[in-house]
């Protein structure tokens, strides 16, 4: 298969079009012109690829010029085997292949390597789609179909491809004019309709066009392909934002010991000592209503002045700007007195059926509205030449430069504002999580608990930025030389990147702080009443109480401004974290060749190696923050942080990469594989910066919470795998085949998540020093709970002691008594919050950081089948991947134990039915993937997130009214699926979204 053909002049410009870098992902035998099209065209290219490749690949083409098989490229990549994505927004965004996610995966563009990161929300991290940080990840969502003209997925690593994806390295592949000599167009119209858009417009425009030109001697050409879209959605959902596991026993999580025990909560099917057991923070419904639009541009020129000498210049646009509104119903779960009632269920981990709360005043329940804005923009410019000297050798140069910029474009650079809103209206409530949506109900001094805006007020105002800015410079000189049955290629390459991201600081801004201090201090027409249970059109809130709020979160927050003119709409002027990252890369690579017969049996053989050696630079620009301050019982807040310091580390490492491919054609149909390879992913951008940061504490540490913190890794090495495929493919009719494949990864140096306990920048302990325990005496002595609501309140009144003789109703013994007034009165008085003083101990840190801490094995196989049924025009495709691997997390393991896990790993497949006959072609298809471990080590319990079993059905129907004009209708996700997430078992819920379905409605025409 390595032999060469001497073609025409056209297509050898077609091979140069194939890629940017000769060779660098090319097919390794010959090229065809495309010239069918449709459905059944499209599978037989991608069956081709498959076929005439060495090593494992997997394809999809393009139907048409213009015309991809979804209307998203990861919707489409996961009908591959051992392919799956991740979804943001009910969109896909990101893919995981043979149990590797997203980060260990590499996405090139014609060859080259392409940008990443992307950044939301102010990576505040009130829902699972807010991130902060680079990240390896690339989003497909960035990138229109309509500009593709093909994907390869190549699951064998070979000598003359860039590193960096032990999963798979996926490479997008954009039309050339010299492809196609002559003029060539298409234009395209689609109206998107999402059924789960509420509050903008029901339908909204796409818009796509290609036009290619090349003269007839086809010495030169240029084309240019532009897409437009826009696509208003929502979403409803459940959060709830950490789950505390603790020993019964040992830790008193509900806060129950400093009560006494007239005060205590009643407990039901109590948990047995030893046993695990589940308190969650909080739990929210969310409504959200996005905006998304996404414009593409792609400009190709090209130039080929002898048989000999090809030069392509090519530059890519893409820019996805996303603006949300979101608003919540919170129920924060309280402690301590507050508690009257847990029923425990009787799973391995004793977790709440029911929690019952008791108030002797009120507190509030949340309505907090948030405004979400980023701008994602991917550019890329790039050149490359080849040469044929002679016959034998050819000679190829490839440059580029490409940045992937993810910023805020809220006010003031913010990426969230988030309002915290609240009715300090509830008596008390009862929090059921028994059935698969958790519900509540609660009492409230307002007659039939409806609650208007003249109840709510303001708390707490948190305005975040986050971006990043991936940038890449890439060169490669290689070359081929051929010889009789076979070739010999080697090359060499640069690659420098620098990532730079931050975040600036969650300064919480106080309002009407955590009391909600002024309820009617909103016009009533800034905020809309709304039935919370209609926005859910699957999940069940059962009696849970219908009221919620929805308003403008930056026009609320400019109003509060005017009521509190020490809060502004602003990001603070200090950051989190800012970091960059350099990694500089040298490769020199060569590989060999040879194509044979064994028993007069055709083989090919490709042996290789790499060498590479890479440079790491990491700095942190810090703004360390002198103590966290204790605003009242458990909520707590960065103080201001101080001068910037900068931290930077060195590092370095080469590693020695060889490969090997070995086929062997048994017969005309039937294909053997063999393949080994060792490749490597390199560490999360995020895991090698240097400094620490998100410090956070929920309660005191003299009651037994813990203080969080996280930190980093520059000396990282990147995760190494040795990798061995094996599969037979029967190629049993024109457009029929069957293939069975077995792989396995024996991978050295995985990242996982290890905890240790660290002091940090010198800040102090103010919740366990002198003032904390006199407290807690003081407490003892009148018979009082010393739960965090009183400790922090007798903390506030030690050091105010003007607070008991200035307010003499609200103190009528002159004692501290705990009743609501007196809470109230030392929890909310500006300029009482508690900071650390000289003598309080240092505060200690469970630090989460990541660490190489072990190797895994990944196993599994691939069953793919593709059938056509002669030429009635029906067709069927199939596949099924079984992904295994030898470390799994113990949900029954400690929550001081750090785990090793392996992430991502789950079964898939996919079915696809099609039919193409008399100018219709219709497709049906259903995905499915089992549950999965996306994340371990989560919060101070070290929990895992698993993402629930999901499936997705799609379809498409398109007519061809004429040769050159056709109209298609598209669904995707037509029975409404939704996704679920969840830590140590199903009940504990961490997110639910309950999505729908989208429909478009298209019209091409074809020049």
Not at 914 to 940: H, I, M, P
Request: hydrophobic content about 35%; glycine content about 10%.
């Amino acid at each position: 298969m390595f032999k060469r053909t001497k073609l025409s002049g056209a297509v050898v410009a077609a091979i140069a079009s194939m890629t940017c870098a000769p060779q660098v992902l090319a097919q390794e035998n010959t090229v065809e012109e495309v010239t069918v099209v449709g459905i059944r065209a499209s599978m037989d290219r991608a069956m081709d690829i498959k076929r005439d490749s060495t090593g494992v690949v997997d394809a999809i083409s393009a139907e048409d010029m213009g015309k991809f098989p979804d209307t998203n490229l990861a919707e489409s990549l996961q009908r591959i085997t051992g392919v799956s994505i991740n979804r943001v927004n009910g969109e896909g965004a990101e893919v995981t292949v043979r149990g590797f996610g997203p980060d260990n995966n590499m996405v090139t563009l014609n060859g080259r390597t392409m940008p990443t990161g992307t950044t939301y929300g102010g990576g505040s991290g009130s829902d699972g789609s807010t991130k902060a940080g680079g990240t390896r990840a690339f989003n497909f969502a960035n990138l229109a179909s309509e500009n593709v003209s093909g994907v390869e997925v190549y699951k064998t690593s070979k000598a003359n491809v860039a590193t960096g994806g032990i999963g798979a390295t996926i490479d997008i592949k954009t039309t050339r004019p010299l492809d196609s000599p002559g003029l060539t167009a298409s234009a395209g119209v689609k109206a998107v309709a999402d059924t789960t858009n509420r509050y903008n417009d029901d339908i909204t425009p796409e818009f796509s066009g290609i036009v290619s030109w090349a003269n007839e001697e086809a010495t030169w050409g240029a084309s240019l392909a532009l897409s437009h879209q826009k696509r208003d959605s929502g979403y409803s959902g459940v959060t709830v934002n950490n789950w505390n596991i603790g020993v019964w026993g040992q830790d008193d999580l509900y806060n129950q010991n400093p009560v006494t025990a007239a005060d205590k909560a009643e407990i039901v099917n109590a948990p047995e000592d030893g046993q695990l057991y589940a308190r969650p923070n909080d739990f929210r419904y969310a409504f959200s209503d996005t905006q998304r639009e996404r414009l593409n541009g792609q400009l190709t020129l090209q130039f080929k002045p002898t048989e000999k000498i090809t030069a392509t210049v090519d530059y890519l646009y893409a820019d996805n700007d996303i603006e949300e509104h979101r608003g919540e119903v919170t129920n924060w779960i309280q402690n301590g007195s507050n508690l009257a009632r847990v029923v425990f269920d009787d799973s391995e981990i004793a977790t709440p059926l029911s929690i019952s709360e008791a108030y002797g005043g009120t507190v509030d329940i949340g309505f907090e509205q948030q405004y979400r804005a980023q701008s994602n923009t991917l550019d890329s410019l790039g050149v490359n030449f080849e040469f044929e000297v002679n016959d034998a050798l050819t000679l190829g140069l490839d440059v580029h430069d490409s940045s992937m910029e993810s910023m805020p474009t809220g006010p003031d650079r913010a990426g969230e504002v988030a309002i915290g809103l609240g009715s300090p209206t509830v008596t008390g409530k009862t929090l059921d999580f028994s059935g698969t949506t958790p519900q509540y109900s609660h009492n409230t001094t307002v007659a039939g608990n409806a609650l208007t805006a003249a109840d709510v007020g303001s708390s707490i105002l948190r305005v975040r930025g986050a971006g990043s800015v991936n940038d890449i410079t890439q060169a490669k000189f290689d070359g081929q030389f051929e010889f009789d049955n076979g070739r010999f290629d080697f090359g060499v390459e640069t690659r420098q990147m620098e990532m730079s991201a931050y975040q600036t600081s969650g300064v919480n801004q106080a309002l009407g702080n955590w009391g909600i201090a002024n309820p009617g201090e909103f016009p009533a027409d800034m905020l809309d009443v709304i039935n919370v249970a209609s926005e859910f059109e699957d999940f069940n809130t059962g009696s849970s109480p219908v009221t919620a709020f929805r308003g403008d979160a930056v026009a609320l927050t400019r109003y509060a401004n005017t009521l509190y003119p020490d809060t502004c709409l602003c990001v603070s002027d200090t950051n989190s974290f800012s970091d960059i990252l350099e990694e500089d890369t040298t490769a020199a690579y060569f590989q060999v060749g040879l194509n044979s017969e064994l028993n007069s049996m055709p083989v090919n053989f490709l042996a290789g190696v790499r060498y590479e050696t890479t440079d790491v630079s990491s700095q942190s620009l810090v703004n360390p923050i002198p103590y966290l301050v204790w605003e009242n019982n458990n909520d707590f807040s960065p103080g201001a942080a101080g001068d910037q310091e900068a931290w930077s580390e060195r590092a370095s490492y080469d590693n020695v990469l060889p490969s090997l491919d070995f086929d062997i054609q048994f017969t005309d149909d039937l294909v053997g594989r063999f393949s080994y390879s060792k490749s490597i992913a390199r560490a999360g951008y995020g895991d090698l910066k240097v400094a620490p940061g998100d410090f956070g504490l929920q309660g005191s540490t003299l009651n037994g919470a813990v203080p969080t913190a996280t930190s980093s890794n520059p000396g990282l090495l990147p995760l190494e795998s040795n990798n061995l495929d094996l599969s037979v493919e029967w190629y049993y009719g024109d457009s029929s085949y069957v293939s069975l494949g077995f792989f396995e990864k024996r991978v050295d140096n995985f990242i996982g998540t290890g905890q240790e306990d660290e002091t940090h920048f010198g800040i102090l302990d103010q919740t366990a020093g002198p003032r904390a325990l006199a407290a807690q005496t003081e407490l003892e002595s009148l018979g009082l709970s010393t739960d965090d609501t009183n400790l922090y309140a007798m903390v506030v009144l030690m050091e105010h002691p003007e607070a008991i003789t200035d307010n003499p109703t609200i103190f009528p013994n002159g004692v501290f008594e705990g009743t609501t007034e007196q809470l109230l009165l030392l929890g909310e008085t500006a300029g009482w919050d508690v900071i650390p003083e000289a003598g309080d101990p240092e505060m200690v840190f469970r630090t989460s950081k990541p660490i190489n801490n072990r190797e895994a094995k990944i196993h599994g196989a691939e069953l793919a089948a593709q059938h056509f049924f002669g030429e009635t025009g029906f067709g069927i495709q199939a596949n099924y991947t079984i992904v295994r691997g030898d470390v799994g997390f113990d949900d029954l393991g400690l929550p001081t134990e750090n785990q090793f896990a392996l992430t991502g790993l789950s079964d898939t497949a996919n079915v696809v039915l099609v039919y193409e006959n008399f100018g219709l072609q219709a497709r049906l298809a259903y995905n499915w993937r089992d549950k999965f471990l996306t994340a371990t080590n989560q919060g101070s319990s070290r929990n895992p997130r698993y993402v629930d079993t999901f499936s997705q059905i799609d379809m498409s129907v398109g007519y061809d009214l004429t040769e050159q004009i056709s109209l298609s209708f598209e669904g995707i996700n037509i029975t409404g699926e939704d996704i679920k997430e969840y830590n140590r078992n199903e009940r504990m819920v961490r997110y639910m979204d309950d999505l729908g379905a989208r429909y478009q409605l298209g019209a091409y025409y074809k020049f």
